[in-house]
C-alpha cells in the first residue's frame, strides 16, 4: 500500500461548481498535513496546511479524519485558474522535516 | 517571501555526461535542503536531504555516487547527476528549510523552481 493515496482524476468541473477529493495515508503517527498545489511543469505551492479540527481558507475547505485516516479538499465556486494538481502531503515524524507527497489529483475547471 | 532558486532551470545532455543542479536560498539561511525527483504524473520522490556542513543523507534506492549532493554553505547546496543516462531524464526540485528545523510550521519548507533534465 502507498503511503500517501490520491484519486489521480482528473475532476472535471464547470466554473462555479464545487468539487472535494480526499487523501488516505498509511502511517498513524503522521503529524502534519498538507495540501499543496502544483501547476504543469512547475513547482509544488503550499495552498494550506490540514488541522484536526478541520480549516477553511476563502474558498478552500481542508478536513482531517485521524480516524479513517484520510484528509480531505473541497473547493467552492470554482475559478478557472484552480485548475491544477493538487497533492497530498504528510509531515514526517523525523527531525528534518520530510514530506511525503501523493502522486496528486488533477482537477480541471472548464468555462 | 523566501524565495529558493535553481540553476539551471532546463538542461539536455547527453548520455554519459555529469550535470550540477544548484540549489540557492535567497534571503534565508537553510541548514537543511532536500532534494526531489518527479517523473511524469507520479508524486515527488524525496532523494537526499542535505544538511550544511556534513553528508547527505540519501533515501533507500538512491544512488550516492550517482547522486553527489553539496551543501557547502548555508545558502547553496548542489546536485550532480553523474553519468547521467536517459532513464535520469526528470524533474529534480529542491527545497530549503529555513533555519530553524520544527520551531516553525512547515510551510517555511520553500521550493525552488525545479530543473529538468533531458538526456539523449
Known amino acids: 500500500r502507498k503511503e500517501v493515496e490520491q484519486d489521480p482524476g482528473p475532476f472535471n468541473v464547470p466554473e462555479g461548481a464545487t468539487v472535494a477529493f480526499n487523501c488516505t495515508y498509511s502511517?498513524?503517527?503522521?503529524?502534519?498535513f498538507f495540501w499543496y498545489r502544483q501547476d504543469c511543469r512547475k513547482e509544488p505551492k503550499l495552498l494550506m496546511s490540514v488541522y484536526s479540527s478541520g480549516n477553511e481558507d476563502g474558498r478552500f475547505t481542508a478536513q482531517l479524519n485521524r480516524a479513517s485516516q484520510y484528509i480531505s479538499l473541497l473547493i467552492r465556486d470554482s475559478k478557472l485558474s484552480d485548475s491544477a494538481t493538487y497533492l497530498c502531503v504528510l509531515e514526517g515524524t523525523d527531525s528534518w522535516g520530510k514530506l511525503q507527497f501523493g502522486a496528486g489529483t488533477q482537477v480541471v475547471v472548464t468555462p | 517571501g523566501a524565495v529558493v532558486s535553481q540553476h539551471p532551470s532546463r538542461v539536455i545532455c547527453k548520455s554519459g555526461t555529469s550535470v550540477k543542479i544548484e540549489c540557492r536560498s535567497l534571503?534565508?539561511?537553510?541548514?537543511?535542503m532536500f532534494w526531489y525527483r518527479q517523473f511524469p504524473k507520479k508524486s515527488l520522490m524525496l532523494m537526499a536531504t542535505s544538511n550544511e556542513g556534513s553528508k547527505a543523507t540519501y533515501e533507500q534506492g538512491v544512488e550516492k555516487d550517482k547522486f553527489l549532493i553539496n551543501h557547502a554553505s548555508l545558502t547553496l547546496s548542489t546536485l550532480t547527476v553523474t553519468s547521467a543516462h536517459p532513464e535520469d531524464s526528470s524533474f529534480y526540485i529542491c527545497?530549503?528549510?529555513?533555519?530553524?528545523?520544527?520551531?516553525?510550521?512547515?510551510?517555511?519548507?520553500?521550493f525552488g523552481p525545479g530543473t529538468r533534465l533531458t538526456v539523449l
Open positions: 502511517n498513524s503517527a503522521s503529524q502534519s
Open positions: 527545497s530549503a528549510r529555513d533555519f530553524t528545523p520544527r520551531r516553525v510550521s512547515t510551510d517555511t519548507q520553500y
Open positions: 534571503d534565508f539561511q537553510a541548514t537543511t
